[in-house]
């Protein structure tokens, strides 16, 4: 059974800093997505990562994709208030189409 | 291009109801899956439509059902509501279960009394 953890769970920052969020997973797959919720919303994508040392960058936020160690980061730069959130990791089954979730970190960026 | 849609987006039922949610994809895609999200259990794969028939399905009990229509829309349906029914519900699309992107709806939220 595929496992998704995230780590942290709760991330409480300042505007301008950097952090990274980290996404391991248990079994093999080479296609990764990451998400971002807000509060009472649906889930907006963000990347989709399809292959081993894929990255990539929007705005603040690169993402990149380690499946030999089964591990991908999400990470922030110069943080803003407005990426006060919470992000998901998701990976497909290399059957296709079943994503299998982390826990989801909730992000608070403070001025 | 217009994206997922789902309808209602707000339902209020009690126990031992039963309820229809549905889900239109974005034009053209064929491969519906729907998610359960809830504080306790986060979001939990329920199941997947690709041409009319079940693909995939996730750890839920019987009282969950689905189907998919030959417009690839499709319905979920749960029976005999349960407390822990509540939860938002999220229908996903893609062009095909093949590796394809999902995109998601704006989810349908289930409060259960």
């Known amino acids: 059974e595929l496992k998704v953890e995230q780590n942290p769970l709760f991330l409480s920052m300042q505007e301008g800093k950097n952090y990274t969020i980290y996404c391991n997973y248990s079994t093999t797959s080479d296609r990764l997505y990451w998400y971002r919720q807000d509060p009472g919303k649906s889930l907006e994508s963000l990347f989709v990562?399809?292959?081993?040392?894929a990255v990539k960058q929007e705005g603040r936020l690169m993402a990149s994709l380690d499946t030999k160690a089964r591990l991908s980061t999400l990470h922030i730069t110069a943080a803003v208030h407005d990426l006060s959130a919470t992000y998901f990791c998701?990976?497909?089954?290399?059957?296709?189409?079943?994503?299998?979730f982390g826990e989801g970190t909730q992000l608070t960026v403070n001025p | 291009k217009a994206g997922v849609t789902q309808t209602p987006r707000y339902l209020i039922k009690t126990r031992g109801q039963q309820v229809t949610l549905s889900c239109s994809p974005i034009?053209?895609?064929?491969?519906v899956s729907w998610y359960q999200q809830t504080p306790g259990q986060g979001l939990q794969f329920l199941f997947e439509?690709?041409?009319?028939?079940?693909?995939n399905k996730g750890n839920f009990p019987g009282r969950f059902s689905g189907r998919q229509f030959s417009n690839s829309r499709s319905e979920m349906n749960v029976s005999t509501l349960e407390l822990g029914d509540s939860a938002l519900y999220l229908c996903?699309?893609?062009?095909?279960?093949?590796?394809?992107?999902?995109?998601f709806g704006p989810g349908t939220r289930l409060t259960v009394l």
């Open positions: 990562l399809l292959s081993n040392g």
């Open positions: 034009s053209g895609h064929r491969s």
């Open positions: 439509y690709f041409s009319e028939t079940q693909r």
């Open positions: 998701a990976v497909e089954e290399t059957s296709g189409s079943r994503l299998t």
């Open positions: 996903a699309s893609s062009l095909d279960p093949t590796y394809n992107e999902q995109f």
